[in-house]
């Protein structure tokens, strides 16, 4: 589940499908959990209504020109690192969506991914902010899930 205020990028779904199509009859894909890179879009941005990004060299050119940064950077910047958001952005050799690298879990990392239907569910009985997350990430790491960062696809939140 997202948050409510988190967008994805256009045609997202559509990419996903095409995605999962090709790689559900892998053993791989069963015990994976594939991250989107999430972004903020600074409040300045949005207030001068500049254009949303609709693709990934576009979200690139904000984020060169500092309009934008990694999800959560300024206020917990070890809740993303291990999405290594540098490695994802100089990844331009494939428009396809494809698996990018796969970091080794640790904690308090809190990505935002799409897996399997049998994956740990989120808690929503957590009430500490981003603890529900964290929570269900481990729990996912335990169980034997592994996770895998995504090209050309993200995720974005306004201010």
């Known amino acids: 589940a997202l948050d409510i205020d988190i967008f994805s990028a256009p045609d997202l779904f559509h990419h996903l499908v095409s ?13 994976t959990l ?4 999430s972004f ?5 941005t949005v207030k001068r209504s500049a254009p949303l990004p609709q693709n990934k060299r576009e979200l ?11 999800f ?3 206020v917990c910047p070890t809740c993303q690192f291990l999405t290594n958001y540098q490695a994802w952005k100089q990844e331009t050799s494939n428009d396809k969506i494809v698996p990018l ?24 009985r957590f009430k500490a ?22 090209n050309n696809i993200y995720l974005y939140r306004l201010g």
């Open 19 to 31: 995605f999962y199509t090709q790689s559900k009859s892998t053993e791989e894909f069963n015990r």
């Open 34 to 37: 594939y991250v989107i890179p």
């Open 129 to 150: 902010h981003a603890h529900a997350r964290i929570s269900q990430c481990c729990e996912s790491y335990v169980a034997g899930y592994d996770y895998s960062v995504l």
């Open 101 to 124: 690298f796969r970091p080794h879990y640790s904690q308090p990392w809190q990505p935002y991914y799409i897996g399997p239907k049998d994956a740990p569910i989120y808690d929503p």
């Open 60 to 70: 690139t050119l904000l984020w060169n020109d500092n309009q934008l940064q990694p």
């Open 72 to 74: 959560q950077a300024d």
């Open 40 to 44: 903020e879009i600074h409040t300045d």
